[in-house]
């Protein structure tokens, strides 16, 4: 196979934070080739020195066998190298199609035309979007979607997905699979960044693994498994993904939503949440999960319908008003809700409850703070320079663990977590996992919203289902199953069994 790329001994420090140290990586034509490591590890910093994003301090760049210079991501476009970034990078107030043309505008071409080239593109990777929509207001999948589909107006070469699936669906993501398998049978290269292994072991030729900005080796996928890829991760094989529910001791009622209302995706939703319990609410991208959570948390109006919170009616017409009566929401565009980038981590993490670090006079009592702030940290594994390091100069991963962090330490009674563990590395899941099963020994009640069917299933006592923004039914662990979950999603059922049919 022809080498599109290469990159050889490539260094790069940030003050005094060595992200690369002489790390080599090569691309081939028609391959899929994985770049796994824990956050933190350099996949991103990596691939930023190949779209000219970040010029290395040490190292050389080959393209087609030449050596070159990349000044900056438009020298590398010209080259045919497109990166879809971890942190989606489009322009929240353009329409689809400004986005996907951005750069060529407006020329010669019309309005009309733009429209309609965007609307092929995104057509031919499957997905039906307007291109006049405001790409702000669609939903995190779908900006995903515009993006690829911007990468694709342009001839490409070499293609990076920095962490494409954590924003999608198991459907979509299946799609974007085909995408990609499309992409390499025409001879493009590409890497493919992702904390989801069994993908990986899928979709993948070849696996690069890289720890604390080194390479710690390439390997074809099919030689290896995915146990001895996590050794080569973390060091260490993990004992078990989920730790044990054990016997959760799940207590009177804390949380009970009755015939909730709100806006279009949120249609007479009822159910409760006991104390000690860990409830899922599964179901597919744009059911309307996300809404629910956003509803009880007074981040969008109710229409209509009542919330209990340990018996007392709730009124919260603002998160501030839910954070008060000790509900506490982990989001999951962290970007837009979850964390203030140039702002220091440790302030990050005690923003939602800076009563229990303010004293009586109102000074910041330091030293809790940091014990509080450094506790949580480790025990998420966080990799940082210090807790004062602005959130911005976190990896992807890592920036996601400070939002949790946050809700750890802002505590409440009732915690809603929206896919926690997106784009987080599978040594800091399990961690996660642990802290979860604390918060129900700790008698709160816990709502996981997930697209990794997998992760409900293993963390929670009973999963609701959720389809078109209507609560459709409940699974309950002897029913665990992805089938039985889409089936429920869609048709409000278990699937079929074939028992009782006539043969
Ligand atoms: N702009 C920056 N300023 C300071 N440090 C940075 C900057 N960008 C990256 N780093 C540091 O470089 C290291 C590697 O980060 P990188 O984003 O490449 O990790 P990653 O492997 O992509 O992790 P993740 O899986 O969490 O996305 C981290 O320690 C990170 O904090
Ligand atoms: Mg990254």
Not at 124 to 135: A, E, N, S, T, Y
Request: aromatic fraction near 4%.
């Amino acid at each position: 196979m022809t080498e599109l790329a290469k990159l050889v001994a490539i260094s790069k420090s940030f003050g005094g934070v060595r992200a690369l140290v002489e790390a080599d990586f090569d691309v081939k034509a028609g391959e899929v080739h994985a770049l796994l490591g824990e956050n933190g590890a350099g996949k991103s910093t990596l691939m930023r020195v190949l779209s000219g994003e970040m010029i290395p301090n040490d190292g050389e760049i080959h393209l087609g066998g030449e050596r070159v210079e990349l000044r900056d991501p438009r020298d590398a476009r010209a080259r045919g190298i497109a990166v879809i970034h971890q942190e989606l990078a489009l322009a929240p107030d353009l329409s689809v199609a400004e986005n996907i043309f951005l750069g060529e505008l407006p020329g010669v071409i019309g309005w009309k035309d733009l429209n309609r080239r965007a609307r092929q593109l995104i057509e031919r990777l499957g997905f039906d979007i307007d291109p006049k929509r405001i790409v702000g207001s669609l939903a995190v999948a779908h900006q995903q979607i515009v993006e690829i589909a911007k990468a694709l107006s342009r001839d490409v070469r070499i293609i990076v997905f920095d962490e494409p699936t954590a924003v999608l669906s198991t459907q979509d993501a299946e799609r974007l699979h085909e995408i990609i398998k499309g992409l390499r049978a025409n001879g493009v290269g590409v890497v493919y960044i992702s904390h989801r292994l069994e993908e990986v072991f899928r979709i993948s030729d070849r696996v690069t693994v890289m720890k604390d900005g080194q390479v710690v080796g390439t390997v074809a996928t099919r030689d290896v498994t995915i146990d001895k890829v996590i050794r080569m991760m973390v060091g260490r094989s993990l004992a078990a993904m989920f730790p044990d529910k054990g016997e959760r001791k799940i207590g009177a009622v804390r949380l009970e939503a009755s015939k909730l209302n709100a806006g279009r995706m949120v249609r007479d939703v009822s159910f409760s949440l006991r104390a000690g319990e860990v409830v899922g609410l599964g179901g597919l991208v744009g059911s309307g999960r996300t809404e629910v959570a956003r509803a009880i948390f007074g981040a969008d109006p109710l229409d209509s319908g009542t919330i209990l919170l340990d018996g007392k009616p709730l009124h919260a017409r603002s998160p501030r008003d839910a954070v008060k009566a000790g509900i506490g929401l982990v989001p999951e565009d962290r970007k837009q809700h979850g964390v203030v980038l140039d702002k220091p981590i440790r302030i990050n993490v005690t923003m939602a409850r800076l009563a229990e670090v303010v004293n009586g006079l109102g000074f910041l009592k330091s030293a809790k703070e940091s014990g509080l702030v450094g506790d949580l940290a480790r025990s998420l594994k966080l990799k940082a320079e210090s807790i004062d390091a602005p959130v911005s100069s976190l990896s992807g991963g890592n920036q996601q663990k400070v939002v949790l962090a946050k809700w750890f330490h802002a505590g409440g009674d009732v915690i809603i977590l929206d896919e926690p563990t997106r784009g987080v590395d599978v040594g800091a899941k399990s961690e996660i996992y642990g802290l979860v099963n604390k918060l129900a020994e700790a008698n709160k009640a816990v709502l996981v919203i997930s697209s990794e069917h997998q992760e409900l299933f293993g963390l929670c006592d009973r999963v609701l289902v959720m389809g078109e923004g209507e609560l459709r039914g409940e699974l309950r662990p002897e029913s665990y199953s992805e089938e039985n979950l889409l089936s429920m999603a869609m048709t409000g059922r278990l699937t079929e069994t074939h028992e009782g049919m006539p043969s």
